[in-house]
């Protein structure tokens, strides 16, 4: 079952400016963490926030976490033709017995950034 | 330090057969899990190993199977192939403490005719 849910499914910017992505999760998590997939490659991992944590910066990455509204944002700033990809948000289950690592994704979003 | 390492890339097989594909998890890493990629379901757990355990499974019937080895080293095996099986099949490690980053292989792109 997918647990997260990113906003916009697709977004189409030119070079230079900033990309914002939401995702909305449904249960309590220890950790979100997002990551970008080229088509057809794997995952590549950019940026992993704490359940206590409220923002975090990597970069031209910002990312924030709303546990209250179960939310978190990506925000890729002066972007660029290479960031063009999909985006994931992927939870895991904060109170799994056994402490399973098991993530929980969202559909994606497809990020086209245009050159 | 090289990555998680999934074999093979890419893979043809025909309903009814069977596959097995391997992965290699970072060094140091003990958890190893299972993903497959569809463009219908999206990413959905498959398995999860440690210490050549399963500590967690997903919602996939039993011709999906897994093991770890105790070099960390994992396989997953898909028995009596289906076309909806035709995915990426994708590879996860870490080091199992709280809060670490997961890190995912390139995949294993499986078509099934």
């Known amino acids: 079952s997918q647990q997260g849910e990113e906003d916009p499914q697709a977004l189409s910017i030119q070079e230079g400016e900033n990309a914002t992505m939401n995702c909305s999760y449904k249960?309590?998590?220890?950790?979100l963490q997002w990551y970008r997939q080229n088509s057809g490659r794997g995952l590549v991992h950019l940026i992993l926030?704490?359940?206590?944590?409220r923002e975090k910066h990597s970069g031209r990455l910002r990312v924030t976490l709303d546990t209250s509204k179960k939310s978190s944002s990506l925000l890729i700033t002066a972007s660029r033709a290479a960031d063009t990809a999909s985006y994931f948000c992927a939870t895991d289950e904060a109170f799994f017995q056994g402490g399973s690592e098991k993530l929980v994704f969202g559909k994606g979003m497809k990020l086209t950034v245009n050159p | 330090k090289a990555g998680v390492t999934q074999t093979p890339r890419y893979l043809i097989k025909t309903r009814g057969q069977q596959v097995t594909l391997s992965c290699s998890p970072i060094s140091g890493h003990r958890s190893v899990s299972w993903y497959q990629q569809t463009p219908g379901q999206g990413l959905q757990f498959l398995f999860e190993y440690f210490s050549e355990t399963q500590r967690n499974k997903g919602n996939f019937p039993g011709r999906f199977s897994g093991r770890q080895f105790s070099n960390s080293r994992s396989e997953m095996n898909v028995s009596t192939l289906e076309l909806g099986d035709s995915a990426l099949y994708l590879c996860?490690?870490?080091?199992?403490?709280?809060?670490?980053?997961?890190?995912f292989g390139e995949g294993s792109w499986l078509t099934v005719v």
């Open positions: 996860a490690s870490s080091r199992l403490n709280p809060g670490n980053t997961i890190y």
């Open positions: 926030i704490r359940s206590n944590e």
């Open positions: 249960t309590s998590i220890n950790n």
